[in-house]
Nanobody, 128 residues
Framework: QVQLVESGGGLVQAGDSLRLSCAASGRTFMNYAMGWFRQSPGKERDFVGGISWNNANTIYADSAKGRFTISRDNGKNMVYLQMNSLKPEDTAIYYC?????????????????????WGQGTQVTVSS
């Protein structure tokens, strides 16, 4: 069992940066790929990016490429999403998620149904 808690969201202006954090409990966290998703009211939950258990593989949605960076610190059970050059369209609730199926593999799923554990989300609002 893994519990995930996101933090770091807030209200910022366009062009600003934010770093979201995801704290994980559970000794098996280090074996799981992790993903970041976001969801706006009335829309589906969209993939932002993900990282393999060993930092060897990171993938990003086109909307995040060049602006967002995912990293993890397995020693601290933490995953981060650094977001730069934020835009109003980045406004959403951001969720981190853990994939407990492909333990120890470099595979990172871009699909919400590829993840087994979810945090409660943190709100990011970008004003123009």
């Amino acid at each position: 069992q893994v519990q995930l808690v996101e933090s770091g969201g807030g209200l910022v202006q366009a062009g600003d940066s934010l770093r979201l954090s995801c704290a994980a409990s559970g000794r098996t966290f280090m074996n799981y790929a992790m993903g970041w998703f976001r969801q706006s009211p009335g829309k589906e939950r969209d993939f932002v990016g993900g990282i393999s258990w060993n930092n060897a593989n990171t993938i990003y949605a086109d909307s995040a490429k060049g602006r967002f960076t995912i990293s993890r610190d397995n020693g601290k059970n933490m995953v981060y999403l650094q977001m730069n050059s934020l835009k109003p369209e980045d406004t959403a609730i951001y969720y981190c998620a853990a994939d407990a199926r492909y333990v120890g593999a470099n595979f990172v799923s871009p699909r919400p149904d590829g993840y087994d554990y979810w945090g409660q989300g943190t709100q990011v609002t970008v004003s123009s």
